[in-house]
């Protein structure tokens, strides 16, 4: 069963480094303080310790890095500076994936799968002594957006609930809703529509979120101890 830990609530200080940070909890039966999203850490590197501070404080335990071999590979995570333990658990392999975002968001869908169990397992991991758990992308809105949307429906979050977590990512990031022509894929903001077609995508291919995830691999027992979170 997963806790809240000593300590925990509501972090309203994003760490100095790291882009688009916040709590994942609050929404369904999902407590705060166990599951943080975030852009990746590897700006941590090189700096003073603000930012490594606020991290410590909230007592991480596990980072899940959700980006492809060569993001990691470029930019790997200061995770040795969090005392944290670093599980990769990419969403794609390899940096290709649809520069289309009404396209990518049904294909991330079924390919984020087992990272939202990997997180879960985590999340469940001693009784809940993995916890917390920060998962992440790049930027944090796309990758990491599916898979804590998966997780927060899974623990009794409304549909508006999980889309305002969603699209906050824009206001974190500081995206505009007119990119410049051209414009890189961590420029582009996320919308409403993006998740509710991944969204639909696993539930017309699994029927629910519970099935999709035991079709990744998640063990019905596990599914039945996330539950169990107290509000």
Not at 50 to 56: A, N, P, S, V
Not at 181 to 205: K, Q
Request: charged letters at 20%; aromatic letters at 4%; one cysteine or more.
């Amino acid at each position: 069963m997963i806790t809240d830990q000593p300590g925990a609530g509501p972090e309203r200080v994003a760490p100095t480094g790291v882009r688009n940070f916040r709590d994942a909890g609050g929404v369904g039966s999902l407590p705060r303080g166990v599951l943080y999203r975030s852009a990746a850490l590897h700006r941590l590197h090189g700096l003073a310790a603000e930012g490594t501070d606020t991290l410590r404080r909230l007592g991480l335990r596990t980072v899940v890095d959700l980006r492809s071999d060569p993001e990691v590979a470029e930019r790997p995570d200061a995770v040795d500076l969090v005392d944290a333990r670093y599980l990769h658990a990419p969403v794609f392999s390899e940096r290709r994936w649809p520069a289309d975002q009404l396209e990518l968001y049904p294909l991330m869908a079924e390919r984020a799968g087992a990272a939202a169990v990997a997180v879960l397992r985590r999340l469940l991991a001693g009784g809940g002594e993995a916890a917390p758990v920060l998962v992440h992308c790049a930027s944090g809105k796309d990758r990491t957006g599916v898979v804590v949307a998966v997780l927060q429906t899974l623990l009794g979050a409304s549909e508006a609930e999980v889309l305002q977590d969603f699209l906050r990512s824009n206001d974190e990031l500081g995206l505009t809703n007119q990119p410049p022509a051209g414009a890189a894929h961590n420029a582009l903001p996320v919308r409403e529509v993006h998740l509710r077609r991944a969204l639909l995508s696993i539930r017309s291919h699994h029927g629910s979120v519970a099935e999709y995830l035991l079709a990744h691999g998640a063990q019905a027992s596990e599914l039945a101890a996330a539950r169990w979170i107290p509000a």
